[in-house]
């Protein structure tokens, strides 16, 4: 079946207008203000909507939510000759799925109304179930992390640009690359590129391109990454670096959707969707003048902003196990689990470079581990560290409220523990080898195993 437009504009000229532009992109039904849109919606299935803002009997924001509310699926597109930030990012917010400003050229109409009835078709396609335990390349099941599942899941059908915000280490790549594949230019390789990494004398050239003989080096024409990500996404990794003048330019193309070459005079048209990320606080960038706030306006459209590892303690456990599956076995080791000193110790730890920090502490961990099992001591002195502040602090708290005799035995049964899990550790399991080393009978010694809640298995290679 061809797919339904319904154009809403209070102007019979106007509708007459764009039903001869998208009549060949389907079938167009018409709506000349708020009410009668509402009751074309009511009347049949509608694919994507496209909606002036100002009209006779209401806004265009009124069906906007309506359709938001009952048919979240549907694209909506608004358009107005009343265009101010504020309002694009309002409309926006609210699940817009993006806007034109009047006048417009048809041929750009068409091909935005052509990408939102593509992504119209996505949302239809039946996807494979998501593992429990993450989204994507992400892993976590936070209520924090489900949050942010939920919210690519919302925003990555859209055309909107996406700013995402976290501190080094946090996945903001991963969150980039997941809105990506959940979008129409999910069959087009994302353009990735991180405008910390690349000198400030080049960067504009990398972004923009440049003409043959714009500068010194320059020895033949180049296309930009915008050119490379026509039809595509485009990441811009640590875009608070960007100087303000390049911020500026950025700011003309996202307006634009057309970027200039360095020594061209000509505009080239772009269909890019940017992602932008970055570690800085842009809010008060903005307020201290080191960021443009109409640059801030275009990105603050979409927001999401990462929680860091410790705010997300609960996932570390997961993570941790995840990463050592991974990367035991290139690492040649047999470790297939942590002790449960190391869990305390990792989930204890502040994790300043978060969970890249985390996944290098685990591969160290399993390149210096000799045994089946990941211990406190293979894990980086600063870890270890923090785990023993943790535990003093807590078995502290927990001693004071025993008797002596209590505490007395206690600390008696914690010392046999370590010390059976030490000599079955040296003798990697062998119990009749364990038990003559400690000078006790072999019953004895499985009898004081199995107080401890201790098997020979755990220790054996």
Known sequence: MKPTILV?????????????????????VTARGVRSALEALEREPITVVLCDLRMS??????????????????????????????????AMREGAYDYVTKPFETDALKALVERALAQ????????????????????????????IYQLIERVAPTDATVLILGETGTGKELVARAIHER???????????????????????ELFGHARGSFTGAVADRAGLFEEAHESTLFLDEIGELR????????????????????????RKVDVRVIAATHRDVRGMVKAGSFREDLWFRLNVCVLELPPLRERAEDI????????????PHAGSSATRFSEAALSALSAYRWPGNVR???????????????REITLCSLPPEIQGANAAAATGARDTELAKLTYREAVDASRAEASRRYLEAVLKRFFGDVTAAAEHAGIERESFYRLMRRAGLSAEEFRK
Request: glycine fraction near 6%; charge should be positive; include cysteine.
């Open 183 to 205: 979008s129409s230019r999910a069959p087009s390789r994302l353009v990735a590129v991180n405008c910390a990494a690349i000198p400030r004398s080049l960067i504009e050239s």
């Open 357 to 371: 920090e985390l996944r290098s502490a685990v591969e160290r961990a399993a390149i210096i581990e000799t045994t």
């Open 57 to 90: 009997d209401g806004d265009g924001l009124e069906v906007l939510r309506a359709v938001r509310a009952r048919w979240p699926g549907v694209p909506f597109i608004l358009m107005t000759a009343y265009a101010t930030v504020p309002t694009a990012v309002q």
């Open 317 to 328: 456990p997961l993570l941790a196990q995840r990463f050592l599956a991974e990367r035991a």
């Open 244 to 267: 303000p003048t390049l911020q500026a330019k950025l700011t003309r193309v996202l307006e634009e959707r057309s970027v200039r070459r360095i020594g061209e005079p000509r505009e």
């Open 120 to 147: 119209a078709a996505v949302l239809h396609e039946t996807h494979e179930p998501r593992d429990v335990d993450g989204f994507g390349a992400m892993i976590g099941r936070s209520p924090a992390m489900r949050r």
């Open 8 to 28: 809403v504009d209070d102007k019979p000229n106007m509708t007459a207008m764009l039903s001869k532009v998208l009549g060949k992109l389907g079938r167009v």
